[in-house]
DNA sequence: CCGCCTTATGCAAGCGCTAACACAGGGCCG
DNA sequence: CGGCCCTGTGTTAGCGCTTGCATAAGGCGG
């Protein structure tokens, strides 16, 4: 209320306080464990006395740890990454991991702007959803950051890859579809790079289950609900019509059954569709919607035992983690 | 490839391979126009030379700015901040701020805690939607950063507040109904004084503009498509029916038009819905959902000019900035 | 009861940068 | 043509913390 202090308060304030020197009080809040009980205790107040609160800019400059990771995805709003990215955010913050967050949209540019950014802060780790020009994979390599590519499995990841192929994901989609005897199958694609793999899974296994042609039309990133109106009408010109859309979201999915419903078809029986992410309202869309599901929790508990283990000075070796996907089968499709 | 180096580029390694001090090709890369121009060309060369990455927690710590933003909000998944969020990152990132996002969750520990952890970092400014409980107030107020408090506009705001009165969307929203014939309101409130204030707000108005009752559901936080089943099969068992529902969300509403429509009832004639937050659903929603717009793009843009006009010096008062809302007439109600 | 090991703490040297201050040199005005 | 100001750069003292090393106590086996 009355002066505000002049300079805030350090580290030497609270060991002055407490009458032990600044070493033992940067032990104390670092490694409780190997300050004598009754010197902890004394520390204790003094912190509480003083309303210490650590620098860690001050902290991270001397140790070379940042105590911070960064997460750069594409999006926030629609993204089929939610799910993942907030297990991913409460998990760091459970481990005192502070998040760098950073949306990288749709150009290459900002990945590697905000790559380099977080190199400026040393954070522990990057965690991408990738993929990254050959430039920055180069500078990512060169820097000694954790890089984490989450969401898909490169040939050679620069760091570590935790993920799933997407290719089998178009594969399995494409002999569930041949074996609930669907035939005439469109597939809506973004541009990206995953989304192509799932096409192509699809398309390749569509070729050896049934043959017949598979239509396709292409949608912007993200792939979202308000693409449906115009992918939907569309469809409405095809003939032969096709019996069952493969979306490349389940917001799509979703946007795509409300105009099949809205135009007089019923879903499944007339129009199906299938999702992709089993994001949270696909169990509750009427019909439900078939979709895969990926394990974001642990796609993010991977990555988060993977930064542990780098913390503790082990080394985490440029490899891969397939944690998988399943196909869930409900009302859509 | 051969020799990883043994220490990181600083800008003495730089500063060497220009054949200058460290001082100036710290203020060419702060601020390149006080450098001589064959000086700039020089440092220019040797940084690219060099590889050099600046060490933001170095110049953080000398300079006592961070350059870095906590946004602190409750969600991801299904958030109706997502767009005010999504604004907000990228404008920070395009004025050369990187954000630090913390999930508060429900709880408002959590809350306190992802402020602490901001103020250690020493950030520029904190970012969150509130409210803060009386302690953290206070700690916020003690502390010189920057609090800007979005999307309420509370009495006495710990410092920026920059919103619109929930209690006049609530108020606004009656009107609305009012006027359009409708008799019977339901309203789904989540916990949550915003939500509350919106409910007050309607309940008090329509007291005044109509007088019968207004039947009321709780759901949980984060208001999501989810809740729409048990909201609406509660709904059908009550007598008389309601003719409108009041959702805290747009997610929500739409889950209700599903559940409507699965039903067999028509929307808006036998029941109507609203929505809040004018999410990127509901203008592509069957029926298209009546709704409340907030400019999430202008909070953002005015949370960024109080960041600069505090980086340059001035000191931003603490005081209110009312951006308003905008209920939006569609097709659902 | 003494030397040795363990445990708890202090000392001091940085970590890599910024910014206040000093200063050199050149242009320009009177 | 001398003094003054402006521009550009160097010098230096930190910013607040961590950590390796040194040191001071105790504990304990022989």
Redesign the interface.
Known sequence: MSQ?PAR?TTLDDVAAHAEVSSATVSRYINNPDVVAPRTAERIKAAIEAT?Y??????G??ASSK?R?VA?LIP????SIF??T??AM??EL?ASGL??????T?LLPR?EA??I??A????VDAIISTGPLDEETKALVR???VLFIQVWDLPEHPPGLAIGFHHRDVGRDIARFLAARGYRRPHIVTAPGSRAMQRRDGFVAEWAVQVGGPVTEATVSIPT???H??KVFADLRHMDPAPDVVVCGSD?LAQ?LI??A??AGLRVPDQLAVVGFGNS??A????PTITTVDIDGARIAREAIAAIRQRDAGETVPASVIDVGFRLIARESA
């Open positions: 505000a805030n309303g609160i650590p620098n860690l800019m001050a991270g400059l940042s911070m997460v999006h926030l709003v629609d939610n799910d990215i907030e955010v409460n913050a502070n998040v760098m967050m950073g949306l949209g900002r702007e905000m380099r950014a190199l400026s802060r040393r060169r820097s000694p979202r609900f308000g449906a109106r917001y946007g409300i105009e419903q809205a949270s309202i169990g509750d869309m009427r």
